[in-house]
């Protein structure tokens, strides 16, 4: 199993880096994790955006989910536009949300009706069942946010991948993640956040949940580019004691063996 991160930026993009999303693949199998703004155009280099077998949407906020809106336009009008539509997977209230936006965007001779279905094959996940998707197997697991949102354990042949999205301090996440091969975790603040609308974890905390997981190794994303890298890093690198790396666009990590390289955008 392989991850392709496209963008790792907290709530606003950071320099040359977009939101959150993260490109899976295992055998003939390719999913995308969250589409945050700025993400759409590494996706393009990658990889010609009809060959995705799913996305999965962890939920709905804006920095995980606004590139759909641009997908939609090139599914719908971009050169080689056919009748396929590519399966979104929402979190449960997330049909709603995509109904508020269409109701917003259409225009002209657009409907609201199928803005998004013309080109989206529209479907919930069900949290409290497996979702398979090829040959991987995805689990969720709710984290402590200030609107519903699903942490992801994906699964194919002994490897293991967690996506932990946004989330505060949630003792579950730590035994959701037991044994990871990689997990992905936020690192968003500074200094821990304190009273009834904690939603979001510092580097230590990060590096500290990973270690509790017994992970084998960890990549920090959702970050401001303004706290450091090399800081993220080393905080935590602290808490955990394993391998860290820090989301950057094209970074391609290996999930079984945590070995991270550098990748460029290449030809489709």
């Not at 809106?69 to 080689?80: A, E, N, Q």
């Not at 919930?124 to 040959?135: N, Q």
Request: proline share 8%.
């Amino acid at each position: 199993m392989e991850v392709l991160v496209l963008g790792g930026s907290a709530a606003s993009p950071n320099p040359g880096q977009g939101c959150a999303g993260y490109l899976v693949t295992h055998g003939s199998t390719t999913i995308l994790l969250d589409c945050g703004p700025g993400t759409l155009p590494v996706l393009r280099a990658a990889t010609d955006v009809r060959a995705i077998d799913a996305i999965i949407i962890s939920h709905m906020h804006a920095d995980h989910m606004l590139d759909l809106v641009p997908l939609r336009y090139g599914l719908k009008y971009g050169p080689g536009a056919t009748a396929y539509r590519l399966p979104l997977w929402l979190p449960p209230d997330g049909r709603e949300m995509l109904e508020r936006l269409a109701a917003a965007l259409a225009i002209g001779r657009e409907a609201v009706t199928d803005f998004f279905e013309s080109v989206f094959a529209l479907a919930a996940y069900d949290p409290a069942s497996p979702l398979r998707i090829g040959d991987l197997t995805i689990r969720f697991q709710p984290t402590q946010h200030p609107v519903p949102c699903w942490a992801m354990r994906i699964e194919a042949e002994g490897q293991s991948l967690v996506y932990l999205a946004d989330t505060g301090p949630e003792a579950e996440l730590a035994r959701f993640a037991e044994g990871a091969d990689l997990v992905i975790c936020e690192a968003t603040l500074a200094s821990p956040e304190l009273g009834s609308t904690v939603g979001h974890l510092t580097p230590q905390q990060a590096g500290a949940l990973a270690a509790e997981a017994g992970a084998r190794s960890l990549l920090l994303t959702h970050y401001w580019v303004e706290l450091g890298p090399d800081r993220l890093r080393a905080d935590a690198a602290d808490a955990f004691g394993g391998p860290v790396l820090v989301a950057e666009p094209y970074l391609r990590i290996g999930v079984a063996t945590g070995a991270a390289a550098p990748d460029t955008p290449g030809a489709l």
